[in-house]
């Protein structure tokens, strides 16, 4: 039930092109979903979160959709640029007061080409 | 602001010996976390402290793994003895306790170990 599943594994797109990578989860106790950037040889950085009270938040060219009754959610990324070739990864947590544990999902890599 | 800092950031070790990785949050944060990153795979939560108490070590392979932060600052993880499925990337990371902040989780650049 901790579980996130994220898909695809891997996607390629043309610079200038949307990148959308989606996430499943089943827990609904649920209550954080953050999406983390990876590049290699570096840790993830927080690109953009959010909470089940919204549907939809954006930020620059990176927009986050929400669907609380289908337990899913996505990152499209639009206007995608070769500095956006990243691994992405969703993640969900349980807000505590004592800090998140995050489960992620198993990552997208993505690659854009010139 | 300073980040999060790890080390060693490369470790290369023959199975069964022990191997020791150390990081230091950013400053002030009261929460830190070891994650376990395998080639591939999103990382995963080894264990989570709060100051210097443990929070969750639910998927910690305590038989071989141990980690301590005794002054509720830097923490050290260690494997010992260690197997060939503990290559990996190990994510140390840290969250600020208080307000909205708190949800947000830095990572360490990571230390690799390749176990051989």
């Known amino acids: 039930q901790q579980q996130v599943k994220q898909s695809p594994q891997s996607l390629i797109v043309q610079k200038g092109g949307i990148s959308i990578i989606n996430c499943a989860y089943e827990n609904t106790a649920f209550d954080y979903f953050p999406w983390y950037q990876q590049f290699p040889g570096k840790g993830p950085a927080l690109l953009i979160a959010?909470?089940?009270?919204?549907s939809e938040k954006k930020e620059g060219r990176f927009t986050i959709s929400f669907n609380k009754s289908a337990k899913q959610f996505s990152l499209h990324i639009m206007d995608s640029q070769p500095g956006d070739s990243a691994t992405y990864f969703c993640?969900?947590?349980?807000?505590?007061?004592?800090?998140?544990?995050?489960?992620f999902g198993g990552g997208t890599r993505v690659l854009v080409k010139p | 602001e300073a980040g999060v800092a790890q080390s060693p950031r490369y470790k290369i070790i023959e199975k069964r010996q022990s191997v020791a990785f150390w990081c230091n949050p950013i400053s002030g944060h009261a929460t830190l976390y070891w994650y376990q990153q395998i080639l591939g795979q999103g990382p995963k939560l080894l264990i989570q402290f709060q100051n210097n108490g443990v929070v969750d070590d639910s998927q910690l392979p305590k038989d071989r793994f141990s980690a301590e932060r005794l002054k509720g600052v830097d923490s050290t993880l260690k494997i010992q003895p260690a197997k060939l499925e503990d290559s990996a990337v190990y994510l140390c990371a840290s969250s600020s306790r208080t307000g909205a902040a708190r949800n947000t989780i830095y990572f360490g650049e990571g230390s690799w170990l390749t176990v051989v």
């Open positions: 993640a969900a947590s349980v807000n505590k007061a004592a800090g998140n544990k995050l489960t």
């Open positions: 959010i909470r089940p009270d919204v």
